[in-house]
């Protein structure tokens, strides 16, 4: 059985520090870039970074909304289609897969989204749903696109466990305090109105951008003081034991995702992407020519490829 802890009350803190550096390792990386006209991709050695535009007939003239990856490292896009806004599966080189969702919203209203390993779950960020909602994707490799979700509650930037039974959330929407909340939708997947959990504490200000770690029940978010003057902070919370630790680096940007395997976390500053090593707690910088992109800044959050 699992055993879930009352996080608003049971947080244990500890702070790492790291150290910066310009390279680790032989590994390469991959990271999607999106602008409101392009996708480029990224990949880094550990030396040097290349950049390159995806340029096919199926990404001309699209608007793109919001950009992401699935765990395999095929591409999802919001974009602009001719019937509307719509979220799409693309392949590796940019090339049109199919349609996901058939939902023909009036404006772009999808703000983020997240899918499990298996692609068997999406829980979406949509304003035109009304909030977060959850669909069942058990249909992803078939030409059937889905167009029911089931709507779950009022939130913002949500994430979902890599088994589909936690959602995390923030409360971003019209809340200036930025909570995140916990959905325990049971091994049935069923929400039971008013179970939401908050896992953050009264002395942390202004969370957001929670990203659950692909294989473990670990999520990472950041804080935000209201004076605005001191750099987020980031905090990962095990939820199957309560344990909060914090990072703290006046590098750190709002937004930090995983890497494909949870060893690493990445996040964006204007033109620059840092890549932290868990294990050794040392820090990568990846320098962006913003004049090979078609944007002033790169993107909030950093979307990894599983190349």
Not at 7 to 17: K, P
Request: charged fraction near 20%.
């Amino acid at each position: 059985m699992f055993r879930f802890f009352s996080l608003t009350s049971f947080i244990v803190m500890f702070t790492f520090n790291f150290v910066a550096t310009q390279s680790l390792s032989s590994e390469i990386y991959h990271f999607l870039i999106s602008s409101r006209n392009s996708l480029h991709i990224l990949e880094w050695d550990g030396q040097q970074a290349s950049i390159r535009q995806l340029s096919t007939s199926s990404l001309q003239d699209l608007t793109i909304i919001y950009a992401d990856a699935t765990h395999d490292g095929r591409i999802l896009l919001v974009a602009l289609f001719d019937f509307g806004i719509n979220l799409a599966l693309f392949n590796q080189d940019g090339e049109f897969v199919r349609y996901l969702t058939e939902l023909n919203p009036p404006a772009p209203t999808w703000q983020s989204f997240d899918i499990t390993p298996d692609n068997q779950y999406i829980v979406v960020d949509n304003e035109y749903l009304r909030g977060i909602v959850l669909g069942d994707l058990n249909n992803f490799e078939l030409d059937t696109p889905i167009q029911q979700f089931t709507s779950l509650v009022y939130g913002a930037r949500p994430s979902i466990s890599y088994d589909g039974r936690f959602i995390v959330y923030d409360e971003g929407l019209g809340n200036d305090e930025f909570s995140i909340m916990l959905i325990d939708l049971g091994s049935e997947k069923i929400y039971k109105q008013g179970s939401e959990i908050r896992i953050t504490s009264d002395l942390q200000e202004r969370c957001t951008y929670p990203d659950f770690h692909p294989t473990t029940y670990k999520i990472i978010y950041t804080c935000i003081p209201d004076t605005g003057l001191i750099a987020p902070s980031i905090f990962i919370t095990d939820i199957s034991n309560g344990e909060t630790i914090s990072l703290n680096e006046d590098k750190f940007s709002s937004c930090v995702r995983w890497s494909p395997n949870g060893e690493k976390l990445a996040f964006n500053s204007r033109d620059t992407i840092y890549i932290l090593t868990l294990e050794t707690m040392q820090l990568e910088e990846i320098q962006v020519d913003l004049n090979l992109l078609s944007d002033e800044a790169l993107p909030i959050c950093p979307v990894w490829l599983n190349w």
